[in-house]
Structures are given as structure tokens and as C-alpha cells.
């Protein structure tokens, strides 16, 4: 006779606390895990991690930022971004040069080859950023835009 207790079942995503009756932040943690799990698959074959995508995105934006501030925009420490930025330099998709005013800080630009890396990587997240809005319309997309930047912009610091 097994006397071993039953296992408690695990609600599926969506259902239970998982679901619409879970907790905001828990939902923004599933939520973003799913994201990263997307984003992590569709760069996959380009050898582009999403911290990676992220480095490279703000470095487009914000050109010739510091190590530092980049680290603060990709929202990443900056012992990682030093290690993404390494890699990506010897990738070739990046370039150091040094400031023009401070002389121990370096400014980071992407070369060329760094810019057609983003704009595949590009191709590919806005099929993500497509199926995220799916369902919306242009008026609940921006409620949900201005409800995250409210979330990012109330947070302690």
C-alpha cells in the first residue's frame, strides 16, 4: 500500500494564482519570464543573448555612452555589461574609442557590423512586439505602456 501523500497540484500558467487572481508582481515575473523565454529563442541562431540585445539597442539609441551608463539603461550590473561589452568587441559589433574629455572613460559606438546584428535582431523582435500587442487596441496599448513606465518610475531607488 502507498501511503506517500498526493502531490498538491501546480496550476497551470493562467489559472489559479497564475492567473488573473495572482498577484500584480508575481504576474509581471511570469510575464517577463515568458518574454525573456521568446526573445532568448528567436536570437538564439544569431548568437545574441537578450542582455546582448539590450547592450546593443541602447548603444544604437545613446551613442557613444560609457560602460556606466550603459549599464543603467540595459538595466544590467556593470560587471556584466563589461563582460557583454568584451565579447561583443571581439565579435566585432562594437568599438571602444576614448572620450574626448575624460581620458580614462571610452566611449562604446557600434561598427558596422554591430548594426546589421541589431537590425536582425530587430526583425525578429518585432514579431514579438506584435504578438504582445495582439488583442489591444491602441488605447489599451498605451494604458498598458504609461501602467509599466508608472511601475519602472514609482519604484524605490
Known amino acids: ?25 508575481y504576474l509581471l515575473r511570469q510575464a517577463a519570464g515568458a518574454y525573456r523565454h521568446r526573445v532568448e529563442r528567436a536570437l538564439a541562431d544569431l548568437r545574441v543573448t537578450p542582455p546582448q540585445f539590450s547592450v546593443l539597442t541602447m548603444l544604437a539609441a545613446y551613442p557613444g555612452i560609457s560602460n556606466a551608463d550603459l549599464a543603467r539603461l540595459a ?4 560587471q556584466t555589461v563589461s563582460t557583454i561589452v568584451a565579447n561583443l568587441e571581439r565579435a566585432g559589433a562594437i568599438v571602444r574609442q576614448p572620450h574626448h574629455y575624460h581620458g580614462r572613460i571610452q566611449r562604446i559606438d557600434l561598427s558596422e557590423t554591430g548594426k546589421s546584428l541589431l537590425a536582425a535582431c530587430r526583425e525578429r523582435m518585432q514579431g514579438i512586439e506584435r504578438h504582445l500587442a495582439d488583442g489591444l487596441s491602441r488605447e489599451q496599448e498605451s494604458a498598458l505602456r504609461k501602467w509599466l513606465v508608472r511601475v519602472a518610475t514609482s519604484a524605490p531607488r
Open 1 to 25: 500500500m502507498d501511503d506517500a501523500a498526493p502531490k498538491p497540484l501546480i496550476p497551470q500558467v493562467g489559472e489559479g494564482k497564475r492567473g488573473e487572481n495572482g498577484y500584480l508582481g
Open 75 to 78: 538595466l544590467l550590473t556593470p
